[in-house]
């Protein structure tokens, strides 16, 4: 009776790696670059979720390329995976893919950043990441319906106030603490400075957004007009200084999405053609305003 039961176990056994030996296979490979640079990046970490492909594992036989920055797995079953990929320093990525018996092999580039980038608005460059400096954030109010405000004016104490406190929310830290000079009081409340240019493109916006937290639900980006407008119509805005009458405001019934693509954790790449003359860029999710920029279009 045991021998039968070992025949039969056997010919289970003979017939399950039958089965997984006629299961299509293919090639799953791709090249890992910096977000930023566009550039290949040297002996990252590359594997797909819940499986055994991997770049640490130690038969994996494509070092030579991953100095490269390619990798390469094979025989893969067809099926739908997870490919991730990362460097020490590095934000990882992760990206879905699916193969099927028609279309085994699949191909795909995975982008990744340096950790050190802060939160903000970048431009891309062949030496790496640009920051876009927001200095409207310390004119802009805080508005619901007309979804942003800027003034046009602010008293020079108090700018540099806003400045001190967006440093501190930020982390900034103070190199060293100099004692202040007095200021005469009437330089004080007749100084002002002025809202700044907008940031002058040609049009066509092409730039990188890295978000301040993990971001669950989608990453909204819309562009509208900017115009001079009284605050009286737009009472909802917050933050306004005491004998102020206009402002910088957006034309909400014509607004042009943006497209907003995810590149890795946290970071998105933001493009579209922005319509001639200055433009309030908003960036929302859920909803809720998370920043705004001042661009002019050529």
């Known amino acids: 009776m045991k021998n039968k039961l070992s025949i039969c176990a056997a010919a289970l056994i003979a017939l399950a790696m039958t089965a997984c030996d006629n299961g299509k296979t293919g090639t799953i490979e791709g090249e890992v670059r910096d977000a930023f640079t566009d550039k290949p990046l040297e002996m990252p970490t590359v594997g797909m979720d819940s499986t055994i492909y991997t770049t640490l594992s130690k038969k994996y036989e494509f070092n030579q390329e991953l100095r490269k920055g390619k990798f390469k797995f094979v025989k893969v079953p067809v099926g739908t995976y997870r490919v991730y990929a990362g460097r020490s320093k590095y934000v990882k990525t992760r990206m879905k893919i699916e193969t099927t018996e028609q279309n085994p092999n699949a191909s795909l580039i995975l982008y990744i950043y340096s950790a050190q980038v802060d939160p903000g608005l970048y431009q891309g460059t062949k030496e790496g990441p640009l920051k876009i400096d927001n200095k409207w954030v310390v004119y802009s109010t805080n508005c619901n319906e007309s979804i942003a405000g800027y003034r046009l004016t602010m008293p020079q104490q108090q700018a540099g106030d806003a400045k001190a406190s967006l440093a501190e929310k930020i982390g900034v830290k103070k190199k060293g603490k100099k004692k202040a000079k007095k200021a005469a009081p009437a330089a004080v409340t007749s100084a002002v400075t002025n809202l700044p240019d907008p940031r002058v493109i040609e049009g066509k916006l092409e730039v990188f957004y890295h978000n301040s937290s993990s971001v669950s639900t989608a990453i909204v980006a819309k562009t509208y007009p900017a115009v001079v407008a009284p605050i009286a119509s737009h009472k909802d805005c917050k933050g306004f200084g005491e004998g102020e009458t206009k402002g910088v405001f957006p034309v ?29 860029i908003q960036l929302s999710q859920d909803g809720k305003t998370l920043q705004t920029y001042y661009f002019e279009a050529k």
């Open 252 to 280: 909400k019934d014509k607004g042009t999405d943006l497209k907003v693509e995810y590149v890795a954790e946290n970071l998105f790449k933001i493009t579209g053609n922005l319509p001639k003359g200055k433009q309030i």
